[in-house]
């Protein structure tokens, strides 16, 4: 390598799919930038994909070797690729020979490029002869693909990212765009500017960045979509306000719908909602009477037991209005992960075959049976995601192969996968990462390469796509997923069908992608069209895009022809169902979960960096001030909620963003960061009777103080990533014992400073002593103790080259804030070392950063805004929001440029 050069890649977080420029030089990625010519984003990012040349600075924490247990109990072991590889398909095809195919299953991601993902299917529903392959796009967007199929006929979206230009009135039903598709966010506010009369409603039941924008915004009461939409559709009925030409030429099913909706009148669907009619009228006339009107949805759609019927509600109203098919109108699923649609494509799922086939159709199975060159494919279901792990904890299933996933963080009721993942007899875990809550639980450790090391394509949110190229060798011994796949594949074809023609003979990503794209020929998106050549020399394209055609295609129906066997859209009547588990005396709270600006999923890369942790620094359980104060609780109160299923405990945060009976936690800090698995120790495992996805968005609790009195609070300053690494390495172990216990990272890409947060019942002598073992605050002329044993009381502090450089404060930990400040500030100690305990030991406290990209404070914020400055005026001034542009949101809310009326 050497040279510094420059690759065109795609980013690896969310389905926006953004393009990247990476600059690299001696093997190292040394910078990323927006790829202007990249048709998602035209050079745009987020403040995920800026920094992620920081979150590629350092291998430390990848997982470098392959690695084994040779018994349960023990640590995993270093062993060679080929031993492992060999103990892999020998361990699988035993399970299989001894208890049949679906003894076997594959959980993997959407994360996976297409290639991998082909892979993995092939391996799983060509060899091994199970459906048991799913993936997280199960908790993610298989409500989506359902409702598109019944509705539409056809997975995918109809429209595409150019429709947020076009689009009059933009309909955001539980998606927080401004936190999770930031770019698209920036593009929908360009057009708000650039055509004043646009409008957006926003269906959410918490105030986000993204509803505080909107011009009407309907806090609706969680999982009341439904009746919501029936409610708009019954209005526009008696409105008149239709289109009969493409309801009676594009779609059937009217009638049953019309009749349906008839006892979901808009006061009905308003009192259902918790909202005002004439809200919801309002709304109804927007989206039927706007010459454009497009829907943007995410979790808060799919992640409910009726997850489906939520998508096709909202289907209903695209359908009933005409409202598709045209530029700026139609119904808009947001994909989550980078490659949800490729693993969609490849038919990764356990309901899905290759190309949008379905296992149910005989002439489906046989198509990829003969294509494969493999005497059948199976026709037994497979096991969707929350199943499998069931299957796994009653012993059904022997031996599960997790790759690009962590599900011992991410799947509602941790306790049952952690009980599932015991009683495996087998847990592969092919990861990037060597610390993740599932490699807790593997028996084999299979160390994959990532973002920046990886080759193949990804498929965004509008069907687009791109190449992801490599742009420095991978770590370690790490390698390709698809490569992994196939050696092993490979390997068990000797065991199980010895003699029979190569199943996986690839050597490189190409000839995997023209093998799927055989695959797709005369299916709905065919890509017969398009090879590796083509997206080298024209850039990322779109599906379908069949042989013979110049382009691919934009949008899709807008000859008013439907990919059903009728060439007509399906009205689906779906009457309201409320959650699966209600909310009671016992359990009074809606918990809702989902995302931070600046955090991804379990964090294993974001976590790596302070600028990630900068914007919400602690996790926190959110809860409206009217409902802490008639419990008698108090902002920053540690606080246990708990569920049928389990508890955890959490620092409470009061604000009105969230209703008033509703509480809201983020899904990213897990065990590697707390002493518990995090948000899913609590999340219900019900899910949507279509599509198998789990309620993430509602469970019903309760909530009460912790007596948690004996608090400790520690910090630590890191001289780079890997010292970070070891540091987080020695600290975690104490993190299990305690009430309460979090780790975190403060500081930015100069400095950070490891921080612990903990509480207990009592004083804990023997914990303590650890924990200044793990700081090394043995006996030193360096370090300083102050002790009153009677009270719990112990401070520590060491200093290193005449700075302080850690501290632990038990009992009383008052002042920890300012010391942390002190650590950050990197400056020589100055007068006598015993300040250390006081207050005046500390540095002025520095308040959030709301600017990542300028590490602009909330303070500085305040203060201009103060003086009367506006958006723009802190763009000029401050320079915030002018770089990625993911503060934007919050700099409007934080001027009160609010656009709702009241
Ligand atoms: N920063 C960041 N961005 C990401 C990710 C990340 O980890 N971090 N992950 C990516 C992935 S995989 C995904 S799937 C997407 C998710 O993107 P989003 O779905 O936009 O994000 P969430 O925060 O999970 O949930 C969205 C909203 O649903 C609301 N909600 C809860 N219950 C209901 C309800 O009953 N009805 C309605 N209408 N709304 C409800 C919540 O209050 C929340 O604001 O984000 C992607 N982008
Ligand atoms: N309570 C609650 N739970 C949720 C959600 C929620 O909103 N609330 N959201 C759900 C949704 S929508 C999603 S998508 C899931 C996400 O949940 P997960 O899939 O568990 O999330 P990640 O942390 O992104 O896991 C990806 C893993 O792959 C590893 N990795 C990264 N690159 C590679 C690679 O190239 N190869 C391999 N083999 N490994 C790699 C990473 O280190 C990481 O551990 O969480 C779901 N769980
Ligand atoms: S919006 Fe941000 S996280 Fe999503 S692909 Fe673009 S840069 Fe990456
Ligand atoms: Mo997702």
Excluded at 152 to 164: N, R
Excluded at 632 to 648: F, H, I, K, Q, T
Excluded at 736 to 758: F, H, I
Aim: charged share 25%; aromatic share 6%; glycine share 8%.
């Amino acid at each position: 390598m050497g040279e510094p050069r420059t690759t065109a890649s795609t980013c690896c977080y969310c389905g926006v799919g953004c393009g990247v420029l990476i600059d690299s030089e001696d093997g190292r990625i040394t910078g990323v930038r927006g790829d202007p010519d990249h048709p998602a984003n035209a050079g745009r990012l987020c403040s995920k994909g800026l920094s992620l040349a920081q979150t590629a600075q350092s291998d430390a924490g990848r997982a470098l070797r392959p690695a084994w247990r040779p018994r349960r109990e023990a640590p995993l072991a270093p062993v060679d690729w080929d031993t492992a590889l060999d103990h892999v398909a020998a361990r699988l095809a035993d399970v299989v020979r001894r208890h049949g195919p679906d003894a076997v299953a594959f959980y993997v991601s959407g994360q996976l490029l297409t290639e991998d993902y082909y892979v993995f299917n092939k391996l799983a529903k060509g060899l091994v002869g199970t459906n048991n392959i799913d993936t997280n796009s199960r908790l993610c967007m298989s409500s989506a693909v359902t409702g598109y199929k019944l509705s539409l006929g056809a997975d995918g979206p109809p429209t595409c990212y150019e429709d947020l230009d076009h689009a009059d009135t933009v309909l955001i039903a539980g998606s927080n765009m401004a936190y999770a598709h930031p770019v698209l966010y920036r593009r929908l506010e360009a057009a708000r500017e650039a055509r004043p009369g646009t409008r957006w409603i926003v269906v959410d039941p918490r105030r986000t960045d993204t509803a505080a924008m909107a011009d009407l915004h309907l806090p609706i009461q969680p999982g009341t979509d439904v009746a919501l939409f029936n409610g708009m559709l019954h209005h526009l009925i008696w409105e008149g306000w239709l289109d009969p030409d493409h309801i009676a030429g594009s779609t059937e099913g009217f009638d049953a719908v019309k009749r349906m909706v008839r006892d979901t009148p808009p006061s009905v669907a308003a009192a259902l909602c918790g909202i005002r009619e004439r809200d919801l009228c309002q709304a109804a006339e927007w989206f039927a009477r706007s010459p454009a009107t497009l829907s943007l949805y995410c979790m808060g759609l799919n992640q409910s037991s009726h997850g489906t019927d939520k998508n096709l509600a909202l289907i209903n109203l695209h359908l009933a209005t005409g409202q598709i098919g045209r530029a700026g109108a139609g119904p808009f699923s947001l994909t989550g992960q980078p490659n949800a649609m490729g693993g969609r494509e490849v038919g990764g799922m356990a309901t899905m075959l290759a190309a949008h086939r379905d296992i149910a159709s005989q002439t489906d199975r046989a198509e990829v049976a003969a294509f494969w060159g493999v005497d059948a494919v199976s026709d037994r279901p497979g096991l969707a995601a929350v199943d499998m792990f069931q299957a796994l904890e009653t012993g059904k299933v022997k031996a599960i192969w997790i790759a690009c996933t962590n599900p011992a963080h991410s799947l509602p009721d941790l306790a049952a996968v952690r009980r599932a993942l015991r009683r495996a007899e087998l847990v592969v875990v092919q990861e990037a990462y060597a610390d993740t809550d599932t490699v807790a639980y593997a028996d084999v450790l299979l160390p994959a390469s990532s973002w920046g090391e990886k080759d193949g394509t990804v498929t965004n949110s509008e069907r687009r796509i791109s190449r992801v190229r490599p742009a420095v060798a991978p770590p370690g011994q790490a390698r390709a997923d698809w490569r992994i796949v196939a050696e092993v594949g490979r390997r068990m074809q000797a065991l199980l069908r010895p003699g029979t023609p190569d199943l996986f003979p690839y050597r490189t990503p190409r000839e995997i992608f023209d093998e799927h794209r055989a695959l797709t020929r005369g299916r709905d998106l065919d890509i017969g069209g398009l090879d590796y050549e083509l997206l080298e020399t024209r850039g990322p394209q779109q599906w379908p895009f069949p042989a013979g055609q110049a382009t691919g295609l934009a949008r899709r129906y807008a000859d008013g022809r439907y990919a059903t066997a009728s060439g007509r859209a399906r009205f689906q009547p779906v009457p309201y169902r409320p959650v699966a588990v209600a909310t009671s005396a016992r359990h009074p709270f809606h918990l809702t979960t989902g995302r931070l600006r600046d955090q991804w999923h379990g964090m294993s890369r974001t976590g790596r960096i302070a600028q990630a942790f900068s914007h919400a620094p602690d996790p926190t359980l959110d809860m409206h001030p009217a409902d802490a104060s008639r419990r008698g609780l108090a902002d920053g109160d540690l606080v246990r909620v708990a569920s049928r299923d389990g508890a955890m405990v959490l620092p409470l945060r009061l604000t009105e963003d969230v209703p008033p009976g509703s509480l809201f936690a983020a899904m990213h800090w897990n065990a590697q960061f707390l002493n518990s698995g995090g948000i899913n120790e609590v999340c219900n495992a019900a899910v949507d009777d279509k599509s198998f996805q789990p309620e993430l968005k509602h469970s019903a609790v309760r909530v009460e103080k912790a007596e948690l009195g004996w608090r400790i609070r520690a910090a630590i300053a890191a001289t780079d990533q890997e010292d970070t690494q070891r540091l987080r390495a020695a600290l975690r172990p104490l993190l299990a014992p305690c009430g309460y216990a979090a780790l975190g990272l403060r500081g930015d890409a100069s400095r950070s400073v490891l921080t612990l947060t903990a509480a207990m019942a009592a004083p804990d002598e023997a914990w303590l002593d650890a924990l200044a073992v793990a700081l090394d605050m043995g006996a030193s002329p360096d370090v300083l103790e102050y002790l009153d044993r009677g009270q719990g009381v112990r401070k520590c502090a060491r200093w290193e080259a005449g700075r302080l450089r850690a501290f632990l404060l038990a009992g009383d930990a008052g002042h920890a804030e300012p010391l942390i400040e002190r650590l950050l500030s990197a400056e020589p100690w100055s007068g006598s070392r015993l300040r250390v305990f006081t207050p005046e030991g500390g540095a002025p406290a520095r308040d959030r950063t709301v600017c990542q990209c300028k590490g602009v404070p909330e303070s500085a914020i305040a203060a201009a805004i103060a003086r009367g400055a506006d958006v723009a005026a802190l763009k000029a001034t401050l320079g915030c929001g002018t770089v990625c542009g993911s503060c934007v949101p919050e700099l409007s809310r934080l001027c009160g440029a609010s656009r709702m009326s009241a």
